[in-house]
């Protein structure tokens, strides 16, 4: 089974949700980068809220036939990136989101409205 970008992105959204992850953004690279379709910026208050929130969207990812094919920074969990294929996530820790502050770095992308 082949998940399509768009419902990868909304896996992946919906499980950062669940865990209660904060300020959740999706930008839309189509046409700006060929590294992925969509990236998912969010982030966690704690180590462990960062844990949990990788661990879900990686768990469902799964579930839905999908490919990981990497995951960086489980052990410290300041920030953690999974490489899902189409979409990219990036689960900071609070502090490190507010210190790298990549979604400038990316200001060109378009913001995906989420519901």
């Known amino acids: 089974m082949t998940v399509s970008p768009n419902e990868l992105l909304n896996i992946t959204i919906e499980a950062a949700d669940d865990k209660k992850a904060a300020n959740i953004v999706a930008l ?3 046409g700006i980068s060929m590294i992925a379709d969509y990236f998912v910026i969010c982030h966690g ?3 462990t809220q960062v844990q949990s929130i990788a661990t879900e969207i990686r768990k469902r990812a799964q579930e839905a036939g999908t490919t990981i094919r990497g995951i960086e920074g489980m052990d410290s969990a300041r920030w953690v990136l999974m490489d899902l294929g189409d979409v990219v996530v990036h ?25």
């Open 28 to 30: 839309d690279l189509k």
């Open 45 to 47: 208050n704690s180590d």
């Open 91 to 115: 689960i900071f820790h609070r502090d490190e989101r507010e210190y790298y502050n990549i979604e400038r770095l990316w200001s060109d992308a378009k913001v995906v409205e989420t519901v």
